[in-house]
């Protein structure tokens, strides 16, 4: 039986691509003797969204990075090296052959403790240019001989020449139900016409109060043209407008891959979540998480989609109601940008990162422990 560890979380974009490598990971290693667990944050989203897929979950302390001053810094520390110590413990007790990364500060304890046992580290980044985790994980990639995957063919440039022949552009990795996704489900949960033109707005899955506010000061004019089906997040339904055409949901869960397919432009932030829509081919409008807290990588992933003419983003002072309600407007009124956008979107999504992925673990666990199985 060969053990193959799992780790990242701290949001929907760390946690949903890893586990669809671990969904695809199942059917590469089919008719392989294999267990799959996953070391996450003992606090937050992590253990009911891993336990809900179906694969052991262990929590572990973990601290958030930072590349700035903060007064829990120090106590962020301690719950670094507590995460190291208990996730070594876990790796050695379940004898784990294999870490697979998937990004996010929690996940920092764990490939440090797979990297001090010897185990084979691999990691992937999911924005254009990499996070203080990937960066320092990188260093156990190396250390182990493992790889590191990335989302963006321009991403390979910011890593130094020490690790560069260790990464590798796979693409990133979407659920296999978004490639499968039914447009007729979508409106069916919807309970929408045929006919009905929708708009789909996300913040991520724990919402966003600025998209919220933005969409609440134009809704009317938003409604003329759209059914606007809005996922505002588990804890930010407050005081929302009423209207015909107003959907409103704190979270969409097994439905969202069906709605999304059945939506004519997709609006939100631009994390790793703009991978599922692009391989729908949406249209997109972006408006990036920005300013403090963010090291700007939600500003660079929309850059690339706005350059790739696949998206519009509204950035700085566009972040705006006028704005937003044009950028609407433009998309609404002109069906051929609309295709034209749709066509590069879904070619930017082509690549299967799942299952490039998955492919390339399996290949490393059955090269190295195919007598165990």
Same mark, same amino acid.
């Given at each position: 039986m060969v053990s193959i560890a799992f780790t990242g979380g701290g949001t929907g974009g760390h946690i949903f691509p890893g586990l669809a490598v671990a969904a695809e990971l199942k059917n590469q290693l089919a008719g392989f003797e294999f267990q799959l667990f996953w070391i996450g944050s003992s606090s937050g989203m992590d253990r009911a969204l891993v336990e809900e897929a179906g694969i052991e979950f262990f929590g572990v302390p973990s601290g958030k990075l930072r590349r700035y001053f903060s007064l829990r810094t120090a106590v962020d520390f301690f719950k670094?090296?507590?995460?190291?110590?208990?996730?070594?413990?876990?790796?050695?007790?379940?004898?784990?052959?294999?870490? $697979?990364s998937k990004g996010g500060f929690v996940s920092v304890p764990p490939c440090a403790a797979a990297s001090s046992l010897g185990i084979p580290v691999f990691t992937h980044e999911s924005d254009f240019s990499p996070g203080l985790a990937t960066k320092i994980n990188a260093r156990y990639v190396s250390?182990?001989?493992?790889?590191?995957?990335?989302?963006?063919?321009?991403?390979?440039? $910011? $890593?130094?020449?020490?690790?560069?022949?260790?990464?590798? +552009?796979?693409?990133?990795? +979407?659920?296999?139900?978004?490639?499968?996704?039914?447009?007729?489900?979508?409106?069916?949960?919807?309970?929408?016409?045929d006919d009905?033109?929708? #708009? #789909?707005?996300?913040?991520?899955?724990?919402?966003?109060?600025?998209?919220?506010?933005?969409?609440?000061?134009?809704?009317?004019?938003?409604?003329?043209?759209?059914?606007?089906v809005? /996922?505002?997040?588990?804890n930010q339904q407050w005081d929302l407008p009423s209207a015909e055409k107003y959907k409103p949901f704190p979270f969409i869960k097994e439905e969202m891959p069906h709605v999304m397919a059945a939506a004519e432009v997709v609006m939100g932030r631009s994390g790793a979540g703009i991978w599922e829509w692009a391989v729908l081919g949406k249209p997109m409008i972006l408006i990036p998480l920005s300013g403090s807290g963010t090291r700007g990588d /939600? +500003?660079?992933?929309?850059?690339? $989609?706005t350059e790739a003419e696949a998206a519009l983003s509204l950035t700085g002072d566009e972040v705006n109601?006028?704005?937003?309600?044009?950028a609407v407007r433009l998309l609404a009124q002109d069906a051929e940008k609309r295709r034209s956008m749709a066509a590069v979107s879904k070619k930017i999504g082509e690549r299967d990162g799942a299952e490039f992925i998955a492919r390339v673990l399996s290949e490393k666990i059955k090269s190295r422990y195919g007598g165990e199985s």
């Open positions: 670094v090296i507590a995460g190291f110590f208990a996730a070594r413990k876990i790796l050695k007790k379940r004898k784990a052959r294999l870490l $697979f250390r182990t001989g493992g790889m590191i995957f990335t989302a963006y063919e321009d991403t390979v440039r $910011f $890593f130094s020449e020490a690790v560069r022949d260790r990464v590798t +552009v796979s693409g990133n990795p +979407v659920r296999a139900v978004f490639r499968n996704a039914d447009a007729a489900k979508g409106r069916a949960f919807l309970e929408s016409a009905a033109r929708i #708009l #789909l707005v996300l913040g991520g899955s724990q919402g966003a109060r600025e998209i919220n506010e933005l969409v609440r000061a134009v809704l009317p004019q938003l409604t003329e043209i759209y059914t606007v809005h /996922q505002t997040g588990p /939600q +500003v660079e992933n929309a850059r690339y $989609f109601p006028d704005a937003l309600l044009r």
